[in-house]
């Protein structure tokens, strides 16, 4: 019963999911709105226990004293501070002059911009690695990054302005992106779409049980 | 995926699609299907005595908006005299309602000229009740008035009819994957194509093991209702329990706290099916933060601290993704990736060892598990692609030869 009751919601649930996409009738639109809702009020109960998974995990770092322990401390202490800072008026989280908003915007922004501007130095790092031409395939993938970057900013232009117009740079660059990218993006984009139909089959049909924590 | 017996040249139908595409953009004179008017070029001529008399517009019909939940109601009309290009004439149309004959109409809205239709959604149109309308053409200050129309009824469709297409594949679909199903259940054989990013799963795990170091498995920014989540969870049981039987340690950090849930479920499954339900630690299956920068700070550092053997990338990625993988090239990991989001694909490519591409991460279950109804619905995504790739020919050749035709048949696929 602990296996069969989750399957049979899930063929049922999965059913019907799938075949009010033909249904524009109001009820199925209701009903379709009401799952979406349940899964947002499902969600926010998690949230709990993931909070509750956070504590635990940090706690236990700190009570044994764990490498690295005193950052284990600033996370419960700016989970408790947060909080109550959060509950201390109706207004708090809401206020662009309070504490809250104030921490929000003049602490967690920069942290996670800061954490987001990294990006530009991964993205060189990995573009190095990637473009170095060891084989065929890195050649091709260099060669056209080459005449993609070039083709996107003016220098591009400028560089073979005395080409006859449509065999510039950025009208190469253009070809590029317009029919090979394309076509593997297209490619990909029904392998993935196929892929998605196939699993959700098998997760409606029980095939696929993993998700039950089980492979069989 | 799988080839039945001779390899498919998959390079010889992309290039004769990409040739075909190529073709057909570039036999269109640009904007063919747009007139420009230049309005300094041509004479207007706006009352003039060659314009055509005014009359009303023609043709005035009501009737229920298809394929809806209804209250909507699609009024249609021809186009009054002189309403064109060359002699302007026509200012507008006034659009009015009423719900019966004997009331008056009331005004519902006004429409520039040119205007051949309107979609009436207001609330106060009823389900089952009777509306009519009237539409007037505007000369100047002179309003025509058109025949009424009427009367028309909102109403709720039970199938939208522009989605057949659609249901017919996912019949044909599900037909296929049901059939191979069982002709796997019944002992046929079915070839799988290797997969790199999977079959390096066993090699990376021993390294782990031989090293003493743990795995990292960072199951993406999904939420647990998302196909590609689902997907890692698959992946997660495969490994875990490969982790589990080699008595190394497996750390999953979590972005979502449902997603969280799912996997402690799972990782737990996989220690007690290995036998050592006593191996499986809850705490290193946890919640980290739902905000997508501290989240990645997070697992940059676990990484740095932990020195993970592998470290596997498997679900929804999004900015973090090179973020994630430049800091586990960086402490020496293992990596192996797989994700659906396309844009973050080149990423996973240039920064790890593996990457499963697309559909590659949904193949992966069926291809760990290697059970027979896995790998049948693993071989009905390549038929999927054959009808797909059949469709594209067709397309391809009507629309070379006759692009009205190809364009009919374009809409009449994506249901427009």
Same mark, same amino acid.
């Given at each position: 019963?602990?296996?069969?009751?989750?399957?049979?919601?899930?063929?049922?649930?999965?059913?019907?999911?799938?075949?009010?996409?033909?249904?524009?009738?109001?009820?199925?639109?209701?009903?379709?709105?009401?799952?979406?809702?349940?899964?947002?009020?499902?969600?926010?109960?998690?949230?709990?226990?993931?909070?509750?998974?956070?504590?635990?995990?940090?706690?236990?770092?700190?009570?044994?004293?764990?490498?690295?322990?005193?950052?284990?401390?600033?996370t419960i202490g700016a989970l408790v501070f947060m909080t109550v800072l959060g509950l201390s008026s109706p207004e708090a989280v809401q206020d662009p002059r309070g504490l809250f908003m104030k921490m929000y915007f003049y602490v967690l922004?920069?942290?996670?911009?800061?954490?987001?501007?990294?990006?530009?130095?991964?993205? @060189?790092?990995? =573009?190095?690695?990637?473009?170095?031409?060891?084989? $065929?395939? *890195? &050649?091709? /993938?260099?060669?056209?990054?080459?005449?993609?970057?070039?083709?996107?900013?003016?220098?591009?232009?400028?560089?073979?302005?005395?080409?006859?117009?449509?065999?510039?740079?950025?009208?190469?660059?253009?070809?590029?992106?317009?029919?090979?990218?394309?076509? @593997?993006?297209? =490619?990909?984009?029904?392998?993935?779409?196929?892929? $998605?139909? *196939? &699993?959700? /089959?098998?997760?409606?049909?029980?095939?696929?049980?993993?998700?039950?924590?089980?492979?069989? | 995926?799988?080839?039945?017996?001779?390899?498919?040249?998959?390079?010889?139908?992309?290039?004769?699609?990409?040739?075909?595409?190529?073709?057909?953009?570039?036999?269109?004179?640009?904007?063919?299907?747009?007139?420009?008017?230049?309005?300094?070029?041509?004479?207007?001529?706006?009352?003039?005595?060659?314009?055509?008399?005014?009359?009303?517009?023609?043709?005035?019909?009501?009737?229920?908006?298809?394929?809806?939940?209804?209250?909507?109601?699609?009024?249609?009309?021809?186009?009054?005299?002189?309403?064109?290009?060359?002699?302007?004439?026509?200012?507008?149309?006034?659009?009015?309602?009423?719900?019966?004959?004997?009331?008056?109409?009331?005004?519902?809205?006004?429409?520039?000229?040119?205007?051949?239709?309107?979609?009436?959604?207001?609330?106060?149109?009823?389900?089952?009740?009777?509306?009519?309308?009237?539409?007037?053409?505007?000369?100047?200050?002179?309003?025509?008035?058109?025949?009424?129309?009427?009367?028309?009824?909102?109403?709720?469709?039970?199938?939208?009819?522009?989605?057949?297409?659609?249901?017919?594949?996912?019949?044909?679909?599900?037909?296929?994957?049901?059939?191979?199903?069982?002709?796997?259940?019944?002992?046929?054989?079915?070839?799988?194509?290797?997969?790199?990013?999977?079959?390096?799963?066993?090699?990376?795990?021993?390294?782990?093991?031989?090293?003493?170091?743990?795995?990292?498995?960072?199951?993406?920014?999904?939420?647990?209702?998302?196909?590609?989540?689902?997907?890692?969870?698959?992946?997660?049981?495969?490994?875990?329990?490969?982790?589990?039987?080699?008595?190394?340690?497996?750390?999953?950090?979590?972005?979502?706290?449902?997603?969280?849930?799912?996997?402690?479920?799972?990782?737990?499954?996989?220690?007690?099916?290995?036998?050592?339900?006593?191996?499986?630690?809850?705490?290193?299956?946890?919640?980290?933060?739902?905000?997508?920068?501290?989240?990645?700070?997070?697992?940059?550092?676990?990484?740095?601290?932990?020195?993970?053997?592998?470290?596997?990338?498997?679900?929804?990625?999004?900015?973090?993704?090179?973020?994630?993988?430049?800091?586990?090239?960086?402490?020496?990991?293992?990596?192996?990736?797989?994700?659906?989001?396309?844009?973050?694909?080149?990423?996973?490519?240039?920064?790890?060892?593996?990457?499963?591409?697309?559909?590659?991460?949904?193949?992966?279950?069926?291809?760990?598990?290697?059970?027979?109804?896995?790998?049948?619905?693993?071989?009905?995504?390549?038929?999927?692609?054959?009808?797909?790739?059949?469709?594209?020919?067709?397309?391809?050749?009507?629309?070379?030869?006759?692009?009205?035709?190809?364009?009919?048949?374009?809409?009449?696929?994506?249901?427009?």
């Amino acid at each position: 019963m602990r296996r069969e009751v989750p399957l049979v919601i899930v063929f049922i649930c999965g059913a019907f999911m799938a075949l009010q996409y033909f249904v524009p009738h109001n009820i199925s639109a209701v009903i379709y709105q009401n799952a979406l809702n349940w899964t947002i009020i499902i969600g926010i109960f998690t949230l709990a226990v993931g909070i509750g998974s956070l504590v635990n995990l940090h706690y236990d770092k700190i009570s044994r004293r764990k490498e690295k322990w005193p950052y284990s401390l600033v996370t419960i202490g700016a989970l408790v501070f947060m909080t109550v800072l959060g509950l201390s008026s109706p207004e708090a989280v809401q206020d662009p002059r309070g504490l809250f908003m104030k921490m929000y915007f003049y602490v967690l922004s920069p942290v996670q911009a800061t954490m987001f501007s990294l990006l530009a130095f991964f993205i @060189a790092s990995a =573009a190095y690695r990637a473009f170095r031409a060891k084989t $065929v395939l *890195a &050649t091709l /993938l260099l060669a056209s990054a080459v005449i993609v970057m070039l083709g996107r900013i003016p220098v591009g232009d400028a560089l073979t302005a005395w080409m006859p117009e449509g065999t510039r740079i950025s009208d190469l660059a253009r070809y590029i992106l317009d029919y090979p990218n394309t076509a @593997a993006k297209r =490619a990909i984009y029904i392998g993935v779409g196929l892929g $998605v139909a *196939a &699993t959700s /089959l098998k997760i409606i049909l029980g095939v696929e049980r993993t998700w039950l924590g089980g492979g069989k | 995926m799988i080839q039945p017996g001779k390899k498919i040249p998959m390079f010889a139908i992309v290039t004769l699609l990409s040739v075909l595409s190529a073709y057909i953009a570039q036999a269109q004179p640009p904007h063919s299907h747009m007139t420009f008017v230049d309005p300094d070029s041509v004479f207007v001529f706006k009352y003039s005595s060659l314009a055509p008399q005014p009359g009303p517009p023609e043709n005035l019909a009501a009737a229920d908006s298809p394929n809806d939940a209804g209250g909507a109601i699609s009024i249609s009309w021809s186009k009054a005299p002189g309403d064109n290009t060359i002699f302007n004439s026509v200012d507008g149309y006034l659009l009015y309602r009423s719900a019966s004959l004997d009331d008056g109409f009331s005004f519902l809205t006004r429409l520039p000229a040119g205007s051949t239709g309107y979609s009436d959604s207001d609330p106060d149109l009823k389900n089952g009740e009777n509306f009519y309308y009237q539409v007037a053409a505007l000369y100047g200050r002179d309003t025509l008035y058109a025949e009424t129309a009427g009367p028309a009824v909102p109403g709720a469709q039970l199938f939208h009819t522009k989605r057949i297409l659609v249901l017919l594949f996912m019949a044909l679909f599900s037909g296929t994957a049901l059939y191979l199903i069982n002709l796997a259940k019944r002992g046929g054989t079915l070839y799988v194509r290797p997969i790199p990013g999977i079959d390096a799963v066993d090699d990376a795990i021993g390294r782990a093991t031989e090293m003493g170091r743990p795995i990292l498995f960072v199951p993406g920014l999904g939420e647990a209702s998302r196909v590609a989540t689902i997907a890692a969870f698959t992946i997660l049981a495969r490994v875990a329990k490969k982790v589990a039987e080699y008595q190394t340690r497996i750390i999953v950090p979590n972005y979502d706290p449902v997603v969280m849930t799912i996997c402690q479920e799972v990782v737990k499954e996989a220690y007690s099916s290995a036998g050592r339900p006593d191996d499986y630690d809850p705490k290193d299956v946890y919640f980290v933060t739902q905000d997508q920068f501290p989240y990645t700070a997070s697992v940059n550092g676990t990484m740095l601290r932990e020195k993970p053997a592998t470290n596997f990338y498997m679900g929804m990625f999004y900015a973090e993704s090179l973020v994630l993988a430049e800091t586990g090239f960086v402490s020496g990991s293992v990596q192996i990736a797989g994700t659906d989001q396309l844009i973050q694909i080149p990423f996973f490519v240039a920064a790890c060892d593996y990457t499963l591409m697309g559909e590659e991460l949904y193949a992966a279950s069926a291809y760990l598990s290697q059970e027979p109804q896995q790998l049948g619905t693993l071989k009905a995504q390549d038929w999927g692609k054959i009808m797909a790739i059949t469709l594209m020919l067709i397309g391809s050749i009507v629309y070379l030869f006759d692009s009205g035709a190809g364009e009919a048949l374009k809409n009449w696929v994506i249901g427009g």
